[in-house]
């Protein structure tokens, strides 16, 4: 049974990418965003609770996220959630909804998300790399069983090669319109 799989290769790359996605979904740009709220959890019921089986999240205005509590008793526990969360946003609380202005970011902290940005992909293409790694091993390992030719591996070497380098391609897109939305004004 030969070791090499391309499907789970090219899942586990796919993995890399999305991971990134959600990871630079967290960092924060000029813009509302929803996801910004994501990694958040509240203490309620005794318990750690993500802040979206709480309350309901949603940016009505390209600079305001409004956080609805489900819960009256939680909005003091949800507001400092957010407080404690090190955002940088200040918690407006009016009712059962909670507003979270969203302010202008200095170019200092652009840089510092920029580099932040590049950190994540950083990761993302050594995880990348890490499962070409793998490919190349299982086609060792199946030529060497004789369960693959010379030949055939040299093919399955450059599609390995090729999944690689369009993942890395696909991370440093992903990273450019980050960076584009992180930068501009």
């Known amino acids: 049974m030969p070791a090499y799989d391309k499907a789970d290769l090219q899942r586990r ?3 890399a990418v999305e ?3 959600h990871d630079l979904g967290g960092l ?5 965003s929803t996801a910004l709220l994501d990694p958040i959890t509240v203490d309620v019921y005794g318990a750690n609770m993500p802040l979206n089986q709480v309350a ?6 390209p600079r305001l996220l409004s956080v609805q509590v489900w819960d009256r008793s939680n ?3 949800v507001e400092k ?12 609380t009016d009712g059962p909804n909670i507003r979270l202005p969203i302010p202008d970011l200095t170019e200092e ?3 510092e998300l920029a580099k932040l940005a590049h950190q994540y992909a950083e990761k993302a293409k050594i995880a990348v790399r890490n499962v070409r790694r793998d490919g190349m091993d299982a086609l060792k ?3 060497k069983k004789k369960d693959i030719s010379e030949d055939e591996h040299k093919r399955l070497d450059a599609e390995v090669q090729k999944l690689t380098d369009e993942a890395i391609k696909e991370i440093d897109d992903v990273l450019a319109a980050k960076d584009k939305e992180i930068l501009q004004r």
């Open 109 to 111: 902290r652009r840089k």
């Open 81 to 92: 959630a957010i407080r404690n969360a090190g955002l940088g946003i200040n918690p407006v």
């Open 75 to 77: 909005i003091g526990a």
């Open 19 to 21: 991971a990134l996605k």
């Open 141 to 143: 390992a199946d030529e």
């Open 13 to 15: 790359m796919h993995g």
């Open 56 to 61: 309901t999240v949603s940016a009505p205005e």
């Open 28 to 32: 924060r740009t000029g813009r509302a």
